[in-house]
């Protein structure tokens, strides 16, 4: 591999860190460039982005020190930086470290490659295969901060009984006494035990909300305090606002106070007989007041922190992440809209992005969007039900679909038949996307591929609508309200999902009515 740097100007350092320079990688005809954040996958390749600190912002998701361009070139650091992006080219301004960029090959797949295996490697682990077999379910958009034993049970019922194939339950925020306690409320779980091992005999695995937050003037609180495993501000627990109020918090970079917490979530997981946890929280933003903390410790070792203790639970789950590519955790994209513009047609780019920072264990959000405002006293008859029926069509072939909102309650019963088809669908394709994460944790390549990562130079830069999963299958979801949509084959014989074989390259319209989701495999060069 050939290292250079190119063109350097002055630049901004972090107070602590010796003076370094910024980095220009002036743009080479025809390049683009992704990476950096999950959350700006829609803007990716970019074409224009302003000064974006990867140090302190997360825009919801992952994060990660790594740019890739379509021309074989790439940029990373240990530490974070924050990146424009022009017409002319990209500027790093550097934290602690100087960032250089590689030459790495010709191509977005040689340059995804090279830093993985630099700076990243697969671990060679992998989430519990159940992840990729079946989709999940979450209660919050149907409990939000009710979480309750009856309707627990209720919900886990109506999947069943609605004919969708049992997979992951998750059981989410309000389920335990407050936070840094995790233990069941009693008076809205009378019987936890009782209640997961009936979740387990309907065929789920069962997973737990949780969160670094400790609710202040708690038992645990008092106790953390006195063994200094909370973050400080000064002498005394700092209280940071988040989305919930406002917390004590984990001092996780303390590995006695991880140590701690793994210990008290694997007596939760004993206790109950729950299966794993999900990990939510941990933004970078949450730890960016520099004078509360800490100085040594950047915002995002704290998220980094956070995100190791899920590596001794195979069933976990991750929304906001720093670097970790590579490893056997399940991350999600962050809530979106129920909406077409910021919900639906967010899902295949911030896939792409996530793979593409070395996340190939993802999950698309939830299905019709996770905001819980979205649905919050809304008439059932009132919602646009072609979204959701899309939506879950987008999951269908993702690595990972997960459902919150019932579709049982809100759709209609030829849309509901639509729905459960897409679940079943996800199963019976089950063997393939397995296989792409067992190969993703030798690799490190995504299961979710760019078109430009598998076909480059075919004129594939800014598609952001259709995706590769793996190299020979072709998803190209409908992400806008209608029953068309175009979509670019690249070179070779394609057969459709209607069995007809089409010869690219070319560009294609499609007739997709809400029952369809187009997809196409690869039968010859």
């Known amino acids: 591999m050939k290292r250079i740097v190119m063109t350097v ?19 080479l005809p025809g390049e683009s460039w992704w990476g950096g954040a999950v959350g700006l996958g829609a803007r990716m390749p970019y074409e224009r982005q302003e000064m974006y600190d990867l140090g302190t912002r997360n825009n919801n998701n992952q994060v ?54 630099a700076h990243f490697p697969p671990s060679g682990a992998l989430p519990d295969s159940l ?31 609605n004919g969708f194939p049992p997979g992951v339950l998750m059981i989410d925020d309000n389920w335990q006494r407050y936070y840094g306690s995790y233990d069941f409320k009693q008076e809205r779980f009378p019987d936890p035990k009782g209640m997961v091992d009936s979740l387990h005999a309907m ?16 038992p645990e609180y008092r106790r953390l305090a006195r063994r200094g495993f909370l973050l400080k501000r000064g002498n005394a627990p700092a209280i940071i606002s988040w989305w919930n109020g406002q917390s004590a918090c984990l001092d996780l970079t303390r590995p006695e106070a ?33 004078d509360a903390f800490d100085k040594e410790a950047l915002p995002v070792d704290h998220t980094l922190a956070w995100a190791k203790v899920g590596l001794s639970f195979p069933f976990n789950e991750y929304r906001a992440c720093w670097k970790m590519g590579g490893q056997a955790l399940v991350q999600r994209l962050g809530d979106k809209n129920y909406s077409w513009e910021s919900g639906v047609q967010l899902l295949i780019p911030e896939m792409i992005a996530a793979g593409l920072l070395g996340h190939a264990y993802t999950c698309p959000d939830m299905i019709g969007g996770g905001q ?16 959701i029926v899309r939506s879950a069509q987008v999951h269908a072939l993702m690595p990972m679909m997960q459902f919150s909102v019932g579709p049982w309650r809100v759709l209609s019963p030829e849309n509901l038949a639509i729905v459960r088809e897409a679940a079943l669908l996800h ?22 591929r760019h078109m430009d990562y598998v076909f480059p130079g075919e004129g ?65 060069p």
């Open 64 to 117: 990660a020190p790594l740019l890739l361009s379509n021309r074989g070139r790439y940029a990373w650091c240990d530490s974070p930086f924050a990146f424009r992006v022009d017409e002319t080219g990209v500027e790093i301004r550097p934290g602690r470290e100087q960032v250089t960029v590689q030459e790495a090959g010709k191509t977005l797949r040689d340059a995804y490659l090279a830093a993985c295996r």
């Open 427 to 448: 199963r019976a394709f089950a063997p393939l996307i397995l296989a792409l994460a067992r190969e993703a944790a030798v690799t490190g390549e995504p299961i979710i």
């Open 203 to 218: 065929g789920f695995k069962v997973m737990l909300w949780v969160c670094p937050f400790v609710s202040p003037d708690s």
């Open 258 to 290: 991880a140590a701690y917490l793994v210990e008290e979530l694997e007596r939760t997981r004993q206790r109950y007989g729950v299966d794993g946890f999900k990990f939510d929280a941990g933004d970078n933003s949450f730890y960016t007041r520099v």
């Open 372 to 387: 819980y405002a979205s649905f919050l006293g809304k008439d059932p008859a009132a919602l646009d039900q072609e979204l």
């Open 9 to 27: 100007i002055a630049g901004l350092c972090a107070a602590s860190a010796p003076a370094q320079e910024t980095t220009r990688a002036e743009r």
């Open 460 to 524: 594939f830069a800014s598609c952001r609508d259709q995706f590769m999963l793996g190299n020979e299958c072709l998803v190209a979801p409908v992400v806008t309200p209608g029953v068309t949509r175009q979509v670019k084959l690249p070179r070779g014989r394609w057969r459709d999902d209607l069995g007809v074989v089409h010869r690219g390259p070319r560009t294609l319209t499609v007739r997709a009515p809400l029952s369809r989701l187009p997809r196409f495999v690869r039968v010859s």
């Open 131 to 161: 992840f990729f077999t079946m989709p999940q379910y979450n209660t919050w958009i149907e409990l939000m901060y009710d979480q309750n034993q009856r309707d627990v049970m209720q919900y886990a019922r109506a999947i069943i009984d």
